[in-house]
T-cell receptor, first 115, second 113 residues
Framework: NAGVTQTPKFQVLKTGQSMTLQCAQDMNHEYMSWYRQDPGMGLRLIHY???????DQGEVPNGYNVSRSTTEDFPLRLLSAAPSQTSVYFC??????????????FGPGTRLLVL | AQSVTQPDIHITVSEGASLELRCNYS??????LFWYVQSPGQGLQLLLKYFSGDTLVQGIKGFEAEFKRSQSSFNLRKPSVHWSDAAEYFCAVEEQAGTALIFGKGTTLSVSS
């Protein structure tokens, strides 16, 4: 298993540009999520999904869109990049479990710089 | 709203000394509790987790954590720190199965020789 994969590893954007961060998992996990990590802020949830066709907002959703057309993929779209979106983005996935919290597996991250 | 507090932003420990990283959570019921570690430039790796039962949980790399309901705490411990333990450590809570993790802001551990 490749686990959780993210592409690209690093990206530079200009203000106003759009782009899609890719996330894929091959573990048949129902739950997938996107976090951003900023210095001194820990990880903050952007969006999450509990299955194909179902998405919901997290703590910091503004400026980001997601969709979940398949179990495997959960892309994150930046509609019009802003310098405040400079961050490291992590994708994670897990089983939903049966009444017990499941371990979330994290991808290696995408470093995004918006100029 | 639930929250996680890691009171120590940065801790320096001598190699071979013991370590305790603090974590407090704010939540009405017993949440699911996790500790993750992140080495520089890397993703997050799960150290250990607590769901129920024995309040002392063993994890990987010689780490353990103790859940104390009365103090709403889930502190991470290691009896003897190695230089390779230098990293950032995150405590996280999950309100219920299959929901998002709420992370603390992290504690950076430095190990001195």
């Amino acid at each position: 298993n490749a686990g959780v994969t993210q592409t690209p590893k690093f990206q530079v954007l200009k203000t106003g540009q759009s782009m899609t961060l890719q996330c894929a998992q091959d573990m048949n996990h129902e739950y997938m999520s996107w976090y951003r990590q900023d210095p001194g802020m820990g990880l903050r949830l952007i969006h999450y999904s509990v299955g194909a066709g179902i998405t919901d907002q997290g703590e910091v959703p503004n400026g980001y869109n997601v969709s979940r057309s398949t179990t495997e993929d959960f892309p994150l779209r930046l509609l019009s990049a802003a310098p405040s979106q400079t961050s490291v983005y992590f994708c994670a996935s897990s089983y939903l479990g049966q009444g017990l919290g499941e371990t979330q597996y994290f991808g290696p991250g995408t470093r995004l710089l918006v100029l | 709203a639930q929250s996680v507090t890691q009171p120590d932003i940065h801790i320096t420990v001598s190699e071979g000394a013991s370590l305790e990283l603090r974590c407090n959570y704010s939540y009405g019921a017993t949440p699911y509790l996790f500790w993750y570690v992140q080495s520089p430039g890397q993703g997050l790796q799960l150290l250990l987790k607590y769901f129920s039962g024995d309040t002392l949980v063993q994890g990987i790399k010689g780490f353990e954590a103790e859940f104390k309901r009365s103090q709403s705490s889930f502190n991470l411990r290691k009896p003897s720190v190695h230089w390779s333990d230098a990293a950032e450590y995150f405590c996280a809570v999950e309100e219920q199965a299959g929901t998002a993790l709420i992370f603390g802001k992290g504690t950076t551990l430095s190990v001195s020789s």
